[in-house]
């Protein structure tokens, strides 16, 4: 006879998730714009204007409050554009300028994957992409919802007692 996984805790966002801009529009301070021309690097750049313009670019979006016996990761990566003051800076310097050709977007990716001799097993995965913050901030109240119901529990199979 087959057991039934239950969710028996829930699914929540984390208290300290904000919704990132998607514009970066300050510029660097003299000293770190100067370590960003003597390093030659546009990551190192863009890590930089990222700081100064307090954006995480990554951030969990959903997350389970207990034990789960499945991995479960649930995240939103935003991908900014350069707008005023940061990209007249940015454009004063060669490496830099590939940053600004970037378009903004979020991009939200959940997966669950096996755990235990399970581990190498692709339960379910999804991604959606925008750049309209209303439609990302639905999507992720909808996956809330959808992983509260217990529905993706459909994905996983059901262990069989020893």
Do not use: W
Request: hydrophobic residues 35%.
């Amino acid at each position: 006879m087959e057991e039934q996984l239950e969710c028996t805790n829930t699914f929540v966002i984390p208290d300290d998730f904000v919704l990132q801009s998607l514009y970066i529009s300050n510029e660097l301070e003299k000293n770190a714009f100067l370590e960003v021309v003597r390093e030659s690097s546009r990551f190192v750049a863009d890590n930089l204007y990222h700081i100064a313009n307090d954006i995480k670019t990554r951030q969990q979006i959903i997350i389970y409050d207990g034990e789960l016996p499945y991995f479960f990761e649930a995240t939103i990566n935003t991908e900014t554009a350069y707008i005023g003051q940061a990209r007249y800076q940015a454009r004063r310097v060669y490496f830099t300028k590939k940053l600004l050709t970037r378009r903004p977007k979020y991009k939200i990716k959940v997966r669950i994957e096996g755990k235990g001799f399970d581990i190498n097993k692709t339960y379910f995965t999804t991604t959606y992409e925008s750049s309209n913050p209303v439609l990302i901030t639905r999507k992720i109240n909808s996956l809330l919802e959808y992983l509260n119901s217990g529905k993706h529990l459909d994905f996983i199979p059901k262990q069989i007692p020893s």
